[in-house]
Antibody, heavy 120, light 107 residues
Framework: EVQLVQSAAEVKKPGESQRISCRAS????????LAWVRQMPGKGLEWMGV????????RYSPSFEGQVTISADKATSTAYLQWNSLEASDTAIYYC??????????????WGHGTLVTVS | DIQMTQSPSTLSASVGDRVTITCRASQNISPWLAWYQQKPGKAPKLLIHMASSLKSGVPSRFSGRGSGTEFTLTISNLQPDDFATYYCQQYNNNLYNFGQGTKLEIK
């Protein structure tokens, strides 16, 4: 069974750094794109970026390029989303989701439960 | 950047109704179009991918059609569990833009 387990909610202060995680199981982590999606309070879904863990190829949405860093650890089947300096506007729920395999574009077929990051 | 526009933003319907949500892309994205359902406080769930392929386990009352730049999600015989927010998404060339969402409310 495919599962994506995300780290717990966090409350941070503006200017602090932060890294949240998404641990995958039930499939070969290295072989599928892994996406991060933001949902600000009461708003819609925004794609932030994707990573292909096998070779650490990362593609960022133009809206998030330079604002966050996406990485992955194949040894622990875990993907990360990192900020160097949080702002109040980063307050949101962040979801990870599995995308396509290395050969095909893919919709996000499995999702984590979301991590609420509050910056205040 | 490919823009995705959904309509309507809000839709009121009754149990048993048939409803259709439209999604338009700013350029040809066929067949890389997905539909998701999201309920309050929950993660989105994939319903349809490749514009018309139902994900395993999704009820057959959900259907997707379209090609090029115009796509639709139709829900037949609405059930109480279907009242939620629906998003379209294009996933062409490793770009994954979502539509702004359609909230389906009980009339």
């Amino acid at each position: 069974e495919v599962q994506l387990v995300q780290s717990a909610a966090e409350v941070k202060k503006p200017g602090e750094s932060q890294r949240i995680s998404c641990r995958a199981s039930g499939y070969i982590f290295a072989d599928y794109w892994l996406a991060w999606v933001r949902q600000m309070p009461g708003k819609g879904l925004e794609w932030m970026g994707v990573i292909y863990p096998d070779d650490a190829d990362v593609r960022y949405s133009p809206s998030f390029e330079g604002q966050v860093t996406i990485s992955a650890d194949k040894a622990t089947s875990t993907a990360y989303l990192q900020w160097n300096s949080l702002e109040a506007s980063d307050t949101a729920i962040y979801y990870c989701a599995r995308g396509g395999d290395g050969y095909n574009y893919g919709a996000f077929d499995f999702w984590g439960h979301g991590t609420l990051v509050t910056v205040s | 950047d490919i823009q995705m526009t959904q309509s309507p933003s809000t839709l009121s319907a009754s149990v048993g109704d048939r409803v259709t949500i439209t999604c338009r892309a700013s350029q040809n994205i066929s067949p890389w179009l997905a539909w998701y359902q999201q309920k309050p406080g929950k993660a989105p769930k994939l319903l349809i991918h490749m514009a018309s392929s139902l994900k395993s386990g999704v009820p057959s009352r959900f259907s997707g059609r379209g090609s090029g730049t115009e796509f639709t999600l139709t829900i037949s015989n609405l059930q109480p569990d279907d009242f939620a927010t629906y998003y379209c998404q294009q996933y062409n060339n490793n770009l994954y833009n979502f539509g702004q969402g359609t909230k389906l409310e009980i009339k």
